[in-house]
């Protein structure tokens, strides 16, 4: 099995040590992506803000990969507050459409930078 990692051009960088996704065969592991303006590295005001900022990251990460939204199989959606999750469910919907993907999605106790929203896929190449 090959092993690639993969770095976006149209996503933030990296506030870390780690790469944007690792491909493995056919199958691609994202890193969590946060609502960080590639551009600036600053957050957007609002969950909502966030949330799309995050979804585009995430889909710029897919498409360095040669994927796109459609692959994604199973992600995990981390919220600054639970309460945002009817909010960020209509957003995430915009993104995924027809067979969505497997979910999870929690409340964690902190996200980097302050994040209100993040999130990370596994998509396969279909």
Request: aromatic share 6%; proline share 5%.
């Amino acid at each position: 099995m090959t092993r690639e990692t993969i770095n976006a051009k149209g996503a933030p960088a990296a506030v870390g040590p780690y790469v944007h996704a690792v491909k493995a065969g056919d199958t691609v592991y994202t890193s969590g992506q946060l609502g960080l303006i590639p551009e600036t590295g600053l957050l957007p005001e609002g969950v909502e803000a966030q949330a799309r900022q995050a979804m585009e990251n995430l889909k710029a990460v897919l498409e360095a990969a040669g994927l796109t939204m459609a692959d994604v199989v199973k992600t995990t959606v981390f919220l600054a507050d639970i309460n945002d999750f009817a909010a960020i469910n209509e957003i995430y919907a915009e993104y995924f459409t027809g067979d969505t993907p497997a979910r999870s999605c929690v409340q964690a106790g902190a996200l980097p930078k302050g994040g209100l929203f993040e999130i990370e896929a596994i998509a396969v190449k279909q």
